[in-house]
């Protein structure tokens, strides 16, 4: 057979180009967008829910709001643009949020989340101008949370990417108000891994949990204010280019 193949020029050519056709095939199967919310179709002022998203981009599952905490389309948020505005004006708790939660957890493979965000402003409490501002929970298979993303402020301009129930790193992940961030999180379901990125940089080597990275039912973004006491700051933030794939 190989001989025949040699001996017919068009024959080779035709397998190799089924070769590369398979190979393609197989490449654009091998990573699965979860969601891709870029929020280019909000409009400025809209409510995050009245956005009819498309399947696999689904919108999100469960959006808490009230008058003064909310989220909405924005052209932009300092930089970032366009962006879904994070208003958090009052004390309340778990305000604004939204969460994305797939119908079944995923047990392998490996989970990426991809986000920019932007702190326009901060107005920290006078009394206490350290304050957790957002908290993000992976959502495990059963539905509860044992490690969070979060970020908190050390006065108007200052801020901290860090974890709770995750290990920390040898320095802080520090970023600051008015500037774009990249978050990136690689949760590896096969190695019981997960790493989080702050401008493509590691904020701490890769953590290994069997039981901790051994599920992924979904993702949320809210109020940091029950992580480390509700002391009163408010502030407005941009969320862009929210993608969660599965590979």
């Given at each position: 057979?190989?001989?025949?193949?040699?001996?017919?020029?068009?024959?080779?050519?035709?397998?190799?180009?089924?070769?590369?056709?398979?190979?393609?095939?197989?490449?654009?199967?091998?990573?699965?967008?979860?969601?891709?919310?870029?929020?280019?179709?909000?409009?400025?002022?809209?409510?995050?829910?009245?956005?009819?998203?498309?399947?696999?981009?689904?919108?999100?599952?469960?959006?808490?709001?009230?008058?003064?905490?909310?989220?909405?389309?924005?052209?932009?948020?300092?930089?970032?643009?366009?962006?879904?505005?994070?208003?958090?004006?009052?004390?309340?708790?778990?305000?604004?949020?939204?969460?994305?939660?797939?119908?079944?957890?995923?047990?392998?493979?490996?989970?990426?989340?991809?986000?920019?965000?932007?702190?326009?402003?901060?107005?920290?409490s006078a009394a206490n101008t350290v304050e957790t501002l957002m908290a993000m929970p992976f959502i495990d298979g059963d539905g509860?949370?044992?490690?969070?993303?979060?970020?908190?402020?050390?006065?108007?301009?200052?801020?901290?990417?860090?974890?709770?129930?995750?290990?920390?790193?040898?320095?802080?992940?520090?970023?600051?108000?008015?500037?774009?961030?990249?978050?990136?999180?690689?949760?590896?379901?096969?190695?019981?891994?997960?790493?989080?990125?702050?401008?493509?940089?590691?904020?701490?080597?890769?953590?290994?949990?069997?039981?901790?990275f051994s599920s992924f039912l979904g993702f949320t973004i809210r109020d940091g204010t029950a992580i480390g006491g509700n002391k009163?700051?408010?502030?407005?933030?941009?969320?862009?280019?929210?993608?969660?794939?599965?590979?």
């Open positions: 057979m190989l001989v025949l193949l040699m001996n017919n020029p068009f024959r080779l050519t035709h397998l190799a180009a089924l070769l590369v056709l398979s190979f393609t095939a197989s490449s654009a199967h091998a990573e699965d967008t979860l969601w891709n919310l870029t929020f280019k179709d909000l409009k400025p002022g809209q409510a995050l829910t009245e956005v009819p998203y498309v399947v696999p981009c689904s919108g999100p599952q469960k959006v808490t709001t009230d008058a003064q905490n909310t989220l909405a389309g924005a052209a932009a948020v300092g930089p970032l643009a366009p962006a879904l505005l994070y208003d958090k004006e009052s004390g309340s708790h778990y305000m604004p949020a939204l969460t994305l939660k797939a119908a079944t957890p995923f047990t392998a493979g490996i989970i990426t989340v991809n986000l920019d965000i932007v702190f326009d402003t901060i107005t920290p509860g949370s044992t490690y969070i993303l979060a970020i908190a402020c050390s006065g108007p301009t200052s801020l901290t990417l860090g974890g709770i129930g995750l290990k920390k790193g040898s320095a802080p992940a520090n970023f600051t108000a008015g500037k774009v961030a990249h978050v990136k999180a690689v949760l590896d379901l096969n190695q019981h891994t997960f790493q989080v990125f702050l401008d493509d940089i590691p904020i701490a080597e890769a953590e290994h949990d069997d039981t901790k009163g700051a408010t502030f407005k933030a941009g969320i862009g280019n929210l993608v969660i794939t599965h590979s």
